[in-house]
């Protein structure tokens, strides 16, 4: 889904500059706008955007979505920030204080706070940050602007590196998102930004026919967000698969949602899984393991298997049916999840997943992620004709079955996301071409 962030400058109120951004926006595929300052005075009835609903806010901050698709839930917890939910992801949309850096420090102090609240919702911050993120990427005239202060950069990089999130536009040359002349000299600021989790795959691009040629509407760049969202074009009447028995999250939230039925991916072995082959001949040994948790087990092929072995081995899957509870106790020496992060529909559940998984280790115990690979599954998908849906596929939209392929590096930033670490003292796990392997542990 194409998001652009793009301030406006107060002129959607004219019917040429409102003229050219529906043509833009139609031109791009644009199914999301996010504007600062889109009109003036701030408290007047919102222009209609052809093709666009309303979805929030005011003369400081408004957002529209595409006609087709589903009103966000939008808020404003105070005039500078805007919050939009987009399914799993959480966009914070913002206008930083134009005068006064003193101001903006506080304001991305505040932002600081507030992404911490979020705990590990993936997020996208975007708008106008009215700041040079480094002093080359503000300029007037052939020098470095003084605009912007220290202790407004110290805040951004403390707002990042918190709360791990990335400057998805920091090239090494800056991309100017601003130009306009100042005093006689041309002022030039990368100022339009957008920070990611880091565990996201977007692309970003800033897009500066907006404020150049003959139908320009802006003084300012746009964003162009491609975000791995699919947004429902009507309510669902269904429920997306609950994760609130595996993480107690309140059934409110997008992750509990009822429409998606991964428990009809799980596969009727009639016996081990190569995973739990490979868990039992190259991990029971070396890490001295004499109890196994089959986080997400399925029917449990694989538990029988554990304990032939000899392991005192239980399963948990939050699908009822499957006769696998949530056990009463904790302190497994290893935890296996295998094949779990593939059929969740965003990286908030898998997130959430790992961590509850993560939960039922003994401190100093390990954590094994299996995973099926993006080659594997980008064949299974151009094969079987699988419709694109957030980052991955419907592999069977009747049945509510989501597959994503997941490698080896984006494992291990989820891990990272849950509290996991990769474990130093992890051997070579032989599995075949089609699967990827972590042995994390609890971060200490």
């Known amino acids: 889904m194409l998001l652009a962030s793009i301030n406006l400058n107060k002129r959607l109120g004219a019917a040429g500059a409102r003229a050219n951004l529906t043509a833009w926006l139609g031109e791009h595929g644009v199914k999301a706008v996010l504007a600062q300052e889109p009109f003036k005075p701030a408290d007047r009835t919102p222009p209609i955007l052809q093709g666009f609903t309303f979805a929030g806010g005011d003369g400081n901050l408004a957002a529209w979505i595409s006609e087709d698709l589903t009103s966000p839930t939008v808020s404003s917890p105070h005039p500078w920030v805007q919050r939009i939910e987009l399914e799993w992801l959480v966009v914070l949309q913002v206008h930083l204080d134009a005068y006064a850096g003193a ?35 503000g300029l007037l005239g052939e020098n470095i602007s003084t605009f912007t202060t220290g202790a407004e950069r110290a805040a951004l990089r403390k707002l990042m590196q918190s709360t791990g999130l990335i400057d998805t536009t920091a090239e090494a040359a800056p991309v100017f998102t ?25 692309t970003v691009t800033a897009d500066a ?13 746009a964003l162009l967000v491609d975000l791995p969202v699919t947004l429902q074009k009507t309510e669902p009447d269904d429920v997306l698969f609950a994760l609130s028995e595996l993480t107690g999250h309140d059934p409110s939230t997008p992750s509990a949602k009822e429409g998606y039925r991964p428990h009809k991916t799980a596969m ?19 890490l001295g393991l004499t109890s196994v948790l089959d986080h997400g087990c399925g029917r449990g092929a694989d538990i029988a298997h554990y304990r032939s072995m000899g392991l005192d081995t239980e399963g948990f899957d939050p699908h009822d049916d499957f006769g696998w509870p949530r056990p009463d106790r904790t302190g497994f020496d290893l935890i296996t999840s295998v094949y779990v992060l593939n059929v969740l529909p965003d990286p908030w559940q898998r997130i959430q997943a790992l961590k509850d998984a993560a939960s039922f280790a003994r401190p ?5 992620i299996v995973t ?5 599954i980008a064949k299974a998908a151009a094969d079987g004709g699988w419709t694109p849906h957030h980052d991955g596929f419907w592999s069977s939209p009747s049945k509510g079955t989501f597959q994503r392929g997941i490698d080896t590096a984006e494992i ?17 796990l032989p599995l075949a071409g089609g699967c990827h392997a972590v042995l994390t542990k609890p971060e200490a």
Do not use: W, Y
Not at 412 to 428: C, H, K
């Open 103 to 137: 101001a903006r420090a506080a304001q991305l102090a505040e932002l600081t706070a507030m992404v911490a609240a979020e705990g590990d919702r993936p997020l996208l911050i975007c708008g106008d940050f009215n700041l040079a993120p480094r002093p080359e990427d």
């Open 178 to 202: 601003f130009e306009r002349l100042s005093a006689g000299k041309l002022s030039r600021f990368r100022c339009d930004l957008a920070l990611l989790s880091d565990h996201l795959t977007v």
């Open 209 to 221: 026919s907006a404020r150049t040629g003959r139908q320009a509407f802006t003084d300012h760049s």
């Open 268 to 286: 009727s072995r009639q016996a081990p899984s190569p995973a739990s082959r490979v868990v039992t001949q190259h991990l029971a040994g070396p």
């Open 364 to 368: 100093g115990g390990h954590v094994v």
């Open 372 to 376: 099926r690979s993006p080659e594997e």
């Open 412 to 428: 291990t930033v989820l891990a990272r996301r849950a509290g996991l670490v990769p474990s130093s003292d992890a051997p070579v």
